[in-house]
């Protein structure tokens, strides 16, 4: 198993290339097979979660053709099966998307159920809700959606709960239904804006996505096209946090700043300096941060994704910080890690109090999940000594060459597979 070895205590500085934002992209290749064009995508981050999602996409038939690391060529013309097996889902549940792109195209769509994973339940009943509303009988047999209408007909849907996911996957099917959808309640997220911004580049007619109300006039085809996926925030979140963590002075380009105002505005609360540029953000600390409070929230509040990232971070602020994250049920497993390198942290319920202390110490911990497994790393490269992160293949399934990325930022950071390549790292930073 795959481990992350780290020795702490040295500021990072310099500039680091942030990716495409995964989020985004894993829906855009699900929507990518609903026209019989061919369609190209750039700027794809090229981690394990795309490239699952790019097999479950050639396993259904789809002519899928990777131009390059980043980018990626899909027609969907050759689909023969709307049946996305189980071991797709099971690797990664943003195969569900398939659901909303195979019902919008062939009004039929057999996708596994999937399950909870390590941050709560996450259940799918919105997504169900939306694709009924649109006329879709949605069964659930098997531990498979099955999901299939005669034709699927424009209606005005209320979400009951502000979901990314579900905004998405009833955004797909509407795009090819008759007449208009109108959705409430939606999830703002930047990614969903490019979903829609991309669905509109094949031709489809949607309005609003980045409001509370997204309009979708259904159209009878999508056609080709070529697209570049925005950049990730919350990977550039995530090396910002990993500078003020370090007391470092990290410049991440290629971004859209304002997709990044919640994560400026807390670390200026927290005392770092933060210069904007068209797109880069440079974040600078020079120690002695202050406690503050977040409570997480759906776009354009504070992300849940950054959540882990600014716990880390809080952690070594001094005073008492509160952290509440209101989207998940259970994202503070990492806490009980980060307690293990010395961290004062009190859980009660969907809100963690956490005292700052001076220093955290090395040690070995396990990545609970992808944003918590980062946000570990931050606190092993903030840490006195050595630490060492398990269960890699978390942060393996979001973040790209992640520690080529932390070294070329100071970070003495390896990835180990062995003891005998432990013990080597060890004899090199001794
Ligand atoms: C997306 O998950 C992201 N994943 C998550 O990022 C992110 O944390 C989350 O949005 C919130 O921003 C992808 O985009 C692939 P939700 P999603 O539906 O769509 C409840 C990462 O680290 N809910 O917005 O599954 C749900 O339980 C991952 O990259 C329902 O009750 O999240 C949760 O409490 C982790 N019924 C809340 O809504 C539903 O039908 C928000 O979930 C759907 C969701």
Redesign the pocket.
């Known amino acids: 198993m795959e481990q992350y070895i780290i020795k702490g205590g040295n500021p990072l500085v310099g500039e680091v290339e942030i990716g495409g934002a995964?989020?985004a992209a894993?829906?855009i290749l699900a929507a990518a097979i609903m026209s019989d064009e061919t369609v190209m995508i750039d700027n794809l981050p090229d981690v394990n979660d795309i490239n699952v999602l790019l097999d479950a996409i050639a396993g259904i038939g789809a002519m899928v053709h990777r131009v390059d690391r980043h980018t990626v060529k899909i027609n969907g013309k050759g689909v023969t099966s709307v049946d996305i097996e189980y071991d797709y889902i099971k690797k990664i549940?943003?195969s569900y998307y398939l659901l909303g792109a195979l019902l919008g195209k062939y009004k039929r769509a057999e996708v596994a159920l999937p399950g909870g994973c390590n941050?709560?339940?996450?259940?799918?009943?919105?997504?169900?809700?939306g694709f009924r509303a649109l006329g879709a009988d949605v069964e659930i047999e098997h531990g498979k959606i099955i999901a299939e209408a005669a034709k699927l007909v424009g209606k005005h849907i209320y979400f009951d709960?502000?979901?990314?996911?579900?905004t998405?996957n009833v955004m797909m099917a509407a795009a090819m239904a008759e007449g208009l959808t109108i959705l409430e309640n939606v999830?703002k997220?930047p990614?969903v804006v490019d979903v829609a911004n991309f669905l509109n580049s094949m031709g489809a007619n949607i309005r609003g996505a980045g409001t509370d109300v997204i309009r979708i006039r259904g159209v009878q085809k999508l056609h080709r096209t070529e697209y570049s996926v925005i950049p990730d925030q919350?990977e550039a979140g995530t090396f910002m946090f990993a500078a003020a963590a370090t007391q470092g002075d990290v410049t991440v380009m290629n971004v859209i700043p304002k997709h990044l105002e919640a994560t400026t505005a807390k670390l200026l609360e927290i005392g770092c300096e933060v210069e904007e540029f068209d797109d880069a953000v440079r974040v600078v600390s020079k120690g002695g941060l202050k406690c503050t409070h977040v409570k997480t929230l759906?776009?354009p509040g504070f992300?849940?994704?950054m959540q882990p990232q600014i716990g880390v971070t809080l952690a070594l602020c001094e005073g008492t910080s509160i952290i509440t994250e209101s989207?998940?049920?259970n994202r503070f497993k990492y806490l009980d890690e980060l307690a293990r390198m010395g961290a004062n942290v009190k859980i009660e319920g969907n809100s963690a109090t956490i005292e700052g202390v001076e220093k955290f110490s090395g040690a070995r911990v396990s990545a609970p999940?992808?944003?918590a497994g980062a946000a570990l790393c931050i606190a092993g490269l903030a840490a006195e000594g050595i630490t060492i992160v398990d269960d890699i293949v978390y942060i393996q399934r979001?973040y790209e060459r992640f520690e080529e990325k932390l070294r070329s930022l100071g970070a003495v950071i390896e990835k180990v597979s062995t003891e005998k390549e432990i013990r080597k790292f060890m004899l090199k930073v001794s």
């Open positions: 995964k989020n894993l829906a549940r943003a941050i709560g339940s996450r259940p799918i009943d919105q997504h169900l809700k709960v502000v979901s990314v996911g579900a998405i999830a997220e990614h919350i759906p776009y992300p849940t994704d989207i998940f049920e999940d992808l944003r979001g």
